[in-house]
């Protein structure tokens, strides 16, 4: 087995600078933006996820300097590989254990695909049968990622049919300021409404004149345009 060193010799050793270029440009890494700073390998998800097979077994303690590798696509890399380890956990002491590493190195969980890769398969299904506060709690952050994992935490839940802690934070979220908590918070709402629309319509009943405008096109984009257009207009 490789070393965690190795395994980042391995991943600059395939990067590609124009993908990388571009990344940059993609995940906002300008000065003020909210990738400030991230520096990019230039390596596509496909690749990092057949990768991510090859080390599945790497040690849990090994994942630590990955998840703290200034290189984005190295931190992407580790969490599916606590993903994957959360998959085959045996017990749940072992669950905790990975949960607690995905917690401890939230820092590294710092961009929207870094998030939405992880959350929802990891702190979601460790919480499904337990006290679910420090969901609210990461949602009444100021800090932006911590956020973003609060409510894309809860996508597992809407999966099971649980949908009142999404409702909880999407009302905790609904005047963010932030683009990318309007869009992860639409999100959630329009996954409810997949599979429970009626449910999706009170909250937007209560909340669509007031919430931001692309949270409220995240949460409609399934409607059909005559309903989407009453709400765009103030008309329901």
């Keep these: 087995m490789k070393t965690a060193e190795q395994i980042i010799n391995e991943l600059m050793g395939i990067s590609n600078k124009k993908i990388a270029e571009h990344s940059q440009k993609f995940f906002k890494t300008g000065k003020g933006e909210y990738g ?7 390596i596509r998800v496909p690749e ?3 990768i991510s097979q090859k080390y599945q077994s790497l040690p849990l303690n090994s994942l630590e300097s ?3 590798s200034p290189y984005h696509e190295v931190r992407l890399l580790a969490l599916y590989l606590l993903v994957l380890k959360y998959k085959k956990a045996q017990t749940e002491e072992q669950q905790k254990e990975i949960c607690d590493f995905y917690l401890t190195h939230s820092t590294g969980v710092n961009n929207w695909d870094l998030v939405d890769a992880s959350a929802h398969y990891i702190l ?7 006290d679910r506060s420090l969901l609210w709690e990461m949602a009444r952050s100021n800090d932006l990622w911590q956020k973003r994992i609060s409510i894309m935490s809860t996508f597992h839940f809407i999966k099971n049919l649980q949908f009142n802690d999404t409702l909880r934070i999407a009302e905790i979220l609904l005047h963010d300021t932030h683009d990318l908590i309007h869009k992860a918070v639409g999100w959630m ?3 409810i409404g997949n599979r429970d629309k009626a449910v999706e319509e009170v909250f937007l009943l209560k909340h669509y004149r007031s919430m931001p405008r692309t949270m409220l096109r995240y949460a409609i984009e399934k409607f059909p345009p005559a309903e989407r257009r009453n709400y765009l207009e103030g008309k329901v």
Excluded: A, Q, Y
């Design 124 to 130: 979601g299904p460790f919480l499904m049968n337990k």
């Design 36 to 42: 400030e700073g991230d520096i990019f390998l230039g």
């Design 66 to 68: 990955l998840i703290t």
């Design 189 to 191: 709402l329009r996954e």
């Design 48 to 50: 990092l996820r057949k």
